[in-house]
C-alpha cells in the first residue's frame, strides 16, 4: 500500500495527502511509487502507481494533473471530468470530488483550504515559483480572504542540503523572510535556501494566519523521498487536496 502524510489541520470536509516513495511498482532510478509521467519511467509502472494511490486514498475522481513549469500561473478546475492537462503550477476550485495535485521531487508542495471547508488550492513552490509569486497567484485565485484559509507546508529539500548561487538568493533580495531564509556557504557566493522559510514568510505577509507541516527534508531520507538535486533523474511524489463530495 502507498505509503502518504496526512495533514493535521485541514478543516472537516476537505482531505489532502503527500506520497512517500514506497508502495509502488516502478523499478531501478524510479523505485517505488513514482506518479510522474514525464520523468523516462514505464507509463505502465505510473499508470499502475496511480491506480494504487486512487484506492489507497479512496479519491473520488483521478487527480488534476498538471503541466508545471515553474512558475506562477494557477488553474481553476471546475466539474467537468476530462479536461485537457493544464500547463500551470497552482490550481483552486471550490467543487466537491475535484482533486487537485502537484508533482514534487524537492520543490515545496503547498496545500490550501479555506477554514470553512468550502475552497480548496495547491501550489508547487520551487525557488522560482516562489520567486515568480505562485503562492500569491493562488491566494488571489481563491474566494476566501487569506485570513480565512489554513495552510499545509508538504516535504521539500532542506536548507542544509539546498545550495544556490548568488542569482537565486538576488531573485528574493525583497522578498518577505529573505534574511533569515538564507545562509552563506562556505563556497564562495552560494547560499543555503530555506524554501520553507520563504513560504512561511509569503503566506504570513499575505494574511494566512495557520500555516503547518514543513518537518521533512527529501534529500535527508532516501527510503522516503525522491529527491532530484540527490539522484538526477528519478521520481515524483504528489501533494493532493479534496473536498469530500458525500
Known amino acids: 500500500m502507498p505509503d502518504r502524510l496526512l495533514p493535521e489541520s485541514f478543516p472537516a470536509g476537505v ?3 503527500a506520497t512517500t516513495c514506497g508502495g509502488g511498482v516502478s ?5 517505488g511509487l513514482n506518479l ?12 499502475e502507481n496511480r491506480r494504487r494511490l486512487r484506492r489507497a486514498l479512496g479519491l473520488p475522481a483521478e487527480p488534476r494533473w498538471l503541466s508545471q513549469v515553474h512558475g506562477a500561473d494557477v488553474a481553476r478546475q471546475g466539474p467537468t471530468a476530462e479536461l485537457p492537462q493544464s500547463r500551470a503550477d497552482a490550481a483552486v476550485t471550490c467543487e466537491a470530488g475535484v482533486v487537485l495535485a502537484v508533482l514534487t521531487a524537492d520543490c515545496l508542495p503547498v496545500l490550501l483550504a479555506a477554514a470553512d471547508g468550502s475552497e480548496i488550492g495547491v501550489a508547487h513552490a520551487g525557488w522560482r515559483g516562489l520567486a515568480a509569486g505562485v503562492i500569491e497567484a493562488a491566494l488571489a485565485a481563491m474566494s476566501a480572504p487569506p485570513a ?9 529539500i532542506g536548507a542544509a542540503h539546498y545550495e544556490v548561487d548568488a542569482a537565486v538568493h538576488d531573485a528574493f533580495r525583497d522578498s518577505p523572510g529573505a534574511e533569515a531564509a538564507f545562509a552563506p556557504c562556505r563556497r564562495n557566493g552560494h547560499w543555503h535556501c530555506d524554501l520553507v522559510a520563504l513560504a512561511r514568510a509569503r503566506l504570513a505577509a499575505a494574511g494566512v494566519p495557520r500555516v503547518s507541516g514543513g518537518a521533512w527534508d527529501t534529500f535527508a531520507e532516501p527510503d522516503r523521498f525522491f529527491s532530484f538535486r540527490r539522484d538526477g533523474q528519478t521520481g515524483r511524489m504528489a501533494s493532493l ?5 458525500e
Open 241 to 245: 487536496v479534496w473536498i469530500d463530495d
Open 15 to 17: 482531505r489532502a495527502a
Open 27 to 31: 523499478t531501478g532510478r524510479y523505485a
Open 36 to 47: 510522474g509521467d514525464h520523468v523516462g519511467d514505464d507509463r505502465d509502472h505510473v499508470s
Open 148 to 156: 480565512g484559509l489554513v495552510a499545509w507546508l508538504g516535504p521539500a
